[in-house]
């Protein structure tokens, strides 16, 4: 099988790389940016540094800070009509999973037209919109270097996947001095959804030698350091390892693909606006339990990778120790069940058909090691409620 590997061209990562902003817009000769955020980067005076730092370049930067969690086809459309009205040649998205989803999606309908959700997946978006430079804030999702972004349909409430060569950033600065501020529960849910990007890489049906090393690394970076950074948020070890591991893992499942934790997670999301992070985490043990005997090698491996499993034990055990270990990882990052978090009991039975049929639908669970049915993924939800 041949890889075809997508990464950004330009990636600076370190410590204070967000100050090099104006060098790289200069390398890639660009200089009009419309910086795509939302209010929270605002208010912590993040984006005014990123304009003081363009200043210093003479650059100047306009602002579009109206995006939204788990970002709507609404949002996009506002992004659409505040670009159009400037003469930009570049997205500066600023921010977690969120901004720098909503600016691929700007950027494709600049360039496209129509609605977004004429994009969604099985579409395969190649043409390249305007260029995109990825500073992400969180230690979490990895769109900073990965083909994807996810947009839910305000009629539908579904989660769509768009995904294509046309959605990858040119560059993507990632600088863990910006993550000092996040709180506990973000970084926790952003921290175990980088570890899913891994293990998902990992055991994908589209798996390949390239994003296995980096699937690995993060496994083992996250792994060592996630309850350091929840409980020592200013332990700048522990930001820049978790950095690094959201990134490791983001090329690794933007060159290998998410599957059936992914798939199932994006529903819960959309329906009951838990954070997508957050929806992974309650899912992930469960979906490794069900997962696991299709690819037991490979979960085995990412038991070592995690140090929960050491080289003499057999695969079995190994998956063991592993499914325990996210159980015990959901309690010490105080993961809630579906219906710990307040989901009302009711409406998500009636709703589990719907969703079934969405994760389905988005193609991730295709690359898990055991494809699931629909009356499998329905009983998978039922079973995660709590």
Known sequence: MTAHILTPKHMLIG?????????????????????????????????AELREILKADGMSADVFADTVPDPTDLVVEAGVACLNKGDYDCLIALGGGSPIDTA???????????RIRDYKVPHVVRAQGLPIIAIPTTAGTGSEVTRFTIITDSASDEKMLISGPGCLPVAAIVDYELTFSVPFRTTADTGI?????AIEA??????????????????????KYLRLACHEPNNPQAREQMMLGALEGGIAFSNASVALVHGMSRPIGAFFHVPHGLSNAMLLPQVTAFSAEAALD???????????????????????????SLKELNQDLKVPSPREFGIDAERYKSLLPTMADQAIASGSPGNNPRIAQKHEIVSIYEQIFG
């Open 15 to 47: 410590g204070g790389a967000r100050r090099h902003l104006g060098a790289l817009l200069g390398d890639l000769g660009l200089s009009k940016p419309l910086i795509v955020t939302d209010p929270l980067m605002v208010k912590l005076e993040k984006v």
């Open 104 to 114: 691929k999606a700007i950027a494709l309908l600049h360039r496209s037209g129509g």
């Open 193 to 197: 959804d980088s570890l899913t990007h």
């Open 202 to 223: 990992y055991v994908s049906r589209k798996a390949n030698l390239y994003s296995d090393i980096f699937a690995k690394s993060a496994i083992t970076r996250i792994s």
């Open 298 to 324: 490979r979960y085995a491996d990412c038991a070592r990778f995690a140090g929960v499993a050491d080289d003499n034990s057999d695969d079995r055990a190994a998956v063991e120790q592993l499914i325990t």
